[in-house]
Nanobody, 124 residues
């Protein structure tokens, strides 16, 4: 009943920026808290950022604080991840996810729906 589609990934040089988008369909976006996760080859999927249903609260992994910004526009049913000052270690497939919960948003297990992912590659 909820579908998520990521876009905006690509190849960028270190120090550059990308803006990822996650479009939602089905139920209204305000029903869900949203998160961004990433997975590099050979590594587990890890938390990047999360945002509450209203957009009033955000959380970030320490590795991206000060560089990434998560936001949402519920009228457009879209969540964004603005990524600045990109580093080669940011290279991964980035996934958006939705949860009907409102706590423990850093944990993969709380998310009910996942997108297919978009590749971000940062060259040195």
């Amino acid at each position: 009943q909820v579908q998520l589609v990521e876009s905006g990934g690509g190849l960028v040089q270190a120090g550059g920026s990308l803006r990822l988008s996650c479009a939602t369909s089905g139920r209204t976006s305000s029903t869900y808290a949203m998160g961004w996760f990433r997975q590099a080859p050979g590594k587990e999927r890890e938390f990047v950022a999360a945002i509450s249903r209203s957009g009033g609260s955000t959380s970030y992994a320490d590795s991206v604080k000060g560089r990434f910004t998560i936001s949402r526009d519920n009228a457009k049913n879209t969540v964004y991840l603005q990524m600045n000052s990109l580093k080669p270690e940011d290279t991964a497939v980035y996934y958006c996810a939705a949860t009907s919960g409102s706590t423990q948003l850093l944990r993969l297990s709380v998310y009910d729906y996942w997108g297919q992912g978009t590749q971000v590659t940062v060259s040195s």
